[in-house]
């Protein structure tokens, strides 16, 4: 039963996804399972708040196609304070068209979201399709990556020593061409280990896994030594299904969730999770990790107050109860942040009882 685990016994279950493995380490370390919802529309608002609230949150939620400047300074900002404060990238894209079309998506086009989010998230009523064509779209964007730094291994030219490895790639959407500017090539030692990682996953995931242990062990004395042992996220692309939506009158329940829990199985080598809104593992060997927006908290000061809806149909329920009775990971959380006048210590907000409900759970 995943409910009562820890994460950190949830990150070393056999098949556990790299990427889910190295979220779950890194929500112990930071003792965060708060994930921002950075709803704004420009470049600078986004750095902004990134740069204001990292240290509290695990993960960071954008949807890019808000941003009225989106290009590369965007995805060069986000990916430094990224790095820096050490959070992972979800763009919420709900992806929801046939195989063909979503690659495209994925890949090209002004987004090219395969480069800089290590999570994304799809709807499965066009069929499973969605979930193969995706993960195939994210294997050959990491085999072209690769291949171009081995290229560029074999010919023995210099990399800048400032670019380091942190799970995102830039490049065209058809990997990484090797035209010969290599600030195009943040990546090397990372992908060198990652494709060691995918022709022999067992062997390394194994020896990584160790280093993790003692990581997290340490986390509680020393936080910057453990994120230090956690290392850089893997060159590895995970996929959230939509399970179950936070709005009024939607249309995810019953046999259409039953449907989004068996296509996960199926593919757990790159479905991670679910945005649900409960916990719906419930088979031996189910861990997925269930992320759930929807979440809100009474002002400071009103703890009594309910929170309901935003009047377009958003539905709220507080992180105690997503967590503690309906048995969710991660709560993803927008405006409630983002309107407060102090928007860090409103985020420490939300962490602290994000953690508080998550401890209860477990029993910690
Ligand atoms: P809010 O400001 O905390 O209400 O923002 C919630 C975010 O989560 C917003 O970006 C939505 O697009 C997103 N969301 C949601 O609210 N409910 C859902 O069921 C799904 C996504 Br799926």
Redesign the pocket.
Known sequence: DTRAMSFSKRANLPNTHPLAAFLLHLIVIKRTNLCL?A?VTTTSALLNIAEEVGDSICML?T?VDIISDFGEKTVRGLRDIARRKRFLVFE?R?FGDIGSTVQKQYTAGPFSIVRWAAIT?AHIFPGPAIVTALKAAAADAIAAFNRSVETEISVGTPRPSSDEDDGSFDGSSEGVSNDGDTTKLPLRKRSIVAATTIESSTESTTLERGALDEATAQAENDREKALEALGSPPLARGLLL?A????EG?LLTGAYTQKCIDIARDHNDFVIGF?AQHDLNSKPGDNFITCT????LPPPGQEGQKVSG?GLG?Q?NTPHKAIVQEGCDVV?????I?SAKDRAAEAERYRREAWKAYEERVGA
């Open positions: 919802s709803d939620k949807h919420d709900k998230n939509l179950e939506m936070s709005s939607n945005i927006p929807g979440i809100s935003d958003q709220y993803i959380v927008g405006r409630g983002l």
